[in-house]
């Protein structure tokens, strides 16, 4: 989230659009109905199915899955074309001036530069024209007809709202009057915001669903107002945290990144991340990516990290693909590529898509080794539960270790809300029989393998014998140790900049925040996001200070939220080009004549003149993108593209399938239907009485929704015989599952391309274990296949069929 | 204090004390007297206190969990979870899920030992946590052995391993996360992925 959920209250409009925070998220939609009985705030809601959220919206939109983006640059061509759009925002806040190449263009719902040998575009024409001095050449007119404004428009055009009607059934009257509500938000006074989730992102093009509504929030001035903003709702309590501090292939804690092998050296690393400013006089932060690079490598490896070795440089791995992502390794390991395998409290077997891959692809491991505090599907994959989970145990030659770990009543820590937070926690209890806390768990790992290494030496031991382990008890960091790490700390005694003869941190003492992180290598610090939540003050993610003055929804002396206890992200942007609030009642940051003040920490240099530094101080640009250059893989602007498994063609281009960037495996091209034989569209989804795999061990949730169902509507449940209650069967080109049948008003029959099309809800809770009745999860049924970006699995948008099956209705 | 006790011991002095009859004249019959005896004691007597944060969903409802020792296991173990009405983002409210939580925590399928599942056998077996975790490590330590790629076909310095991957969770602490990533980063260990993925 840009913002909070306490923020939320300051809104005018909310959109539900790719998620359904009633449900998922009941808490924190409480805000929500904050804002619409003390404000007034409307709430629309687009969705396949008439959730929850919807049933207490103002205004409810049905959708195809899969079609968001055609919605979306829809909903801009129609702020465009009715002067819906905050002006100065838009002049001087976003890219919409600047000039593009004369190469960059678009034709049969393609970017200029595809290659379908390599289904890969070369990205070169998307960028701006550079000037001789340097910098990126702008028309702030907005007129000349290749700058980033005309091109959006001229790229939007071709959605009308006759094409919302046709790709996404939305009727064109409902499309209008969503037009119509959000357009009243581009008043500097009225602000919208965007509350999402995974009915966004697990899509093959799920990162550009959600740039469209970046986009539109732009044009509409709502980014970095308060009761505004961007805000995706994670999935789980520290989702967040996990990917702040890098768990991922390709990262490095605090959004840095793994090199990879074209970057053999440092000198070429560092060379590629310069960040140079692309218009004069901005910030661009990120060229201080030195500091924090030298500032991790030297918590991560303290001595042996020196300016001789390039702080260690090849003590971290190069990739040779952009990530080696759960599809990656699922696929490597499924052709005997992987023999070890850990799950640290993650169902695999019941998350990622095609279990019957999945199932096959563990079969194929040497050691499976589980930790969590439950019991898994994943770690039982290999045992028969009959047609829930049909296997042959003597064939399976996978040793499991399963691990038991504590749970969050148990231990202590910070978790990262949606929002940001960092919440410290405090544990109430042990841990069962013989479960052991997370970090000793990890700890007795990795200090046995450096045991071995020690004793009987081996290939490149360096990284593990060096790295940094001083723990007071070798066994058991306490979650204090590991938070003051990620915090930072100096090295040696750091003179202040502003006067050397003055010491600003003496070594060995915590750093105030990220801003004294040094390229030299006097400083440590293990993720420079955090700097700032365990400083010589203490730690501040404790703090339970509950005040708000002035009832701004900011409670900043509650806990810490990154960065520097910011609260909403671009907040330099609540104020005009002169540094005054566009909207008086909902002040936030602004300039007094001498400084940047307000109710959050404000997002720019204190003394940044107004109207010489632009507000998005991490882009070199100085300004947000309407326009987004090279940096995603299928376009600077989302363009409409089918799921891999659709009912229709892709109306700009029939012969393309899917995101035409998309990776796809050679073995799962076989496993993709067509329409043909599966003619609906299914789509997955949680319940509010379940939290995904974890509360089906729980009697209470386990008696609510005891059993595994899928939604149809009427029409459908009509059309094939199926009776309320009655047991179906639905499949797909990659298995089968049975469920009761729960027919439905809340999905209708849509009309796209004058064809009816008709959608199947599957949500996710059920598998073998536990106390709810055995069942399935969607994941059954779903393709193997990622965002283009970020290899998130298409879940939201796939094909099946169903039919009645044998077993008596229950009602 | 403890109000069945006390409730008790009010009816026991009543018993035997001056107001007998005109208490059973009030209606303290003994049908009523031994209802009373099975009055359960308030529930949060002698418990402990701890803040805490719901692990499910990412809007991280404040909670308050009530513990006390548990008789057979001389552990501490949570009684009760509200939600925390000093708490700015849930004032104290919970949803189906939080409601539930002590539920979760005290779950049947909460697992209590180390196990193993052989090749090809059809159940686990108990396993004790040092022969695990040194099983754990030499295969670690073998396969990194057997399969590190120090150099690439061009020369290149690339420190990776392919052959062994790590999935983190995604409800751990920031300080389980930072552990984590310090242990499977220096082992050069490139399928390394959380449950944002999905």
Known sequence: MTNSWTDIKNTDLVVVMGGNAAEAHPCGFKWVTEAKHHRGAKLIVVDPRFTRTASVSDYYAPIRPGTDIVFLMALIRHMIENDKVQWDYVRNYTNAAYIVRDDFGWSDGLFSGYDEEKRDY???????????DGFAVTDPTLENPRCVWQLLRAHVDAYTPELVERVCGTPADRFLKVAEMIGECSSPTKTMTSMYALGWTQHSKGAQNIRGMAMLQLILGNIGVRGGGMNALRGH????????????????????????????????????????????GQTSYWQNYPKFMVSFMKSMWGDAATVENDWAYHYLPKLDVPAYDVLRIFEMMDQGRCNIYFCQGFNGLLAFPDRGKVTRALSKLKLLVTIDPLETETSRFWENHGEHNDVDPAAIQTEVLQLPSSCFAEDEGALVNSGRWLQWHWPGAEPPGEAKL??????????????????????FPDPIVNLTWDYADANEPTPEELAKEMNGRALSDLSDPADPSKTLVKAGQQVLNFSQLRDDGSTACGCWIYSGSWNENGNNMARRDNSDPDSTGAFANWTWSWPLNRRILYNRASSDLDGNP????????WWDGAKWTGYDVPDIAPTAKPGEVGPFIMNQEGVSRLFSRGLMRDGPFPT???????????????????????RVFESDVARL???????????????????????????????????????????????????????????????????????????????????????????LHWGFVGA????????????????????????KAFLVNIEPAAGEAVS | ????????????????????????????????????????????????????????????????MYSRIDDETGKKRIVHIEGDADHPTNRGTLCPKGAALKDFVNAPTRLTQPRIRKPGADAFEPIGWNEALDKIARALKDDRDANFMSLNEAGVPVNRWTTTGFLAASATTNETAWLTYKVVRSMGVVAFDNQARV
Not at chain 1, 241 to 252: F, K, P
Not at chain 1, 267 to 278: E, G, N, V
Not at chain 1, 772 to 795: C, H, M, Q, Y
Not at chain 2, 3 to 28: E, M, N, Q, Y
């Open chain 2, 1 to 64: 204090m403890n109000i069945d006790l006390s409730r008790r011991g009010f009816l026991k002095l009543a018993g035997a004390g001056v107001a007998a009859t005109s208490l059973g004249a009030l209606g303290f019959g003994e049908a009523e007297a031994a209802e009373l005896a099975h009055v359960r004691g308030f529930k949060l007597t002698a418990t402990t206190e701890a803040r805490n944060t719901c692990p499910y969903c990412s809007v991280a409802c404040g909670i308050i």
């Open chain 1, 673 to 763: 239907g067509d329409s043909a034989e599966f003619p609906f569209v299914a789509t997955s989804y949680r319940l509010t009485e379940h939290f995904h795999y974890w509360t089906k061990h729980n009697a209470v949730n386990a008696a609510l929704q005891p059993e595994f169902f899928v939604e149809i509507s009427e029409q459908l449940a009509a059309e094939k015989g199926i009776a309320k209650g009655g047991r179906v069967r639905v499949w797909s080109k990659r298995g089968e599952v049975w469920a009761k049948a729960l027919v439905t008003k809340r999905i209708k029959p849509l009309i796209c391309d004058g064809k009816p099309v008709h959608v199947v809800g599957i949500p």
């Open chain 1, 640 to 662: 409409h593209m089918e799921p891999f498994e659709s009912p229709m063609a892709n109306v700009f281009n029939p012969a393309m399938r899917g995101n035409p960037v998309a």
């Open chain 1, 772 to 795: 709810a009745r055995k069942g399935w999860g969607p994941n059954s049924l779903t393709p193997f296949i990622g965002d283009a970006n970020v290899e998130t699995p298409e879940f």
């Open chain 1, 237 to 280: 309590s520290n989702i967040q945290g996990l990917t702040d501090i890098g768990l991922m292939s390709n990262l490095i804690p605090g959004y840095l990144n793994i090199p990879t092998e074209q970057e053999p050296d440092w000198a070429t690393y560092m060379k590629s991340r310069a960040f140079k400013p692309l218009r004069p």
């Open chain 1, 122 to 132: 070369d990205k070169k024409s998307w960028d701006y024209v550079i000037g001789d």
């Open chain 1, 438 to 459: 997370d970090t000793w768990i990890m700890a007795q790992v990795f200090l046995r393998v450096r045991d071995l290494y020690l004793k009987e030496g081996g290939v």
């Open chain 1, 582 to 589: 566009w909207d008086d009642s909902r002040r936030l940051v």
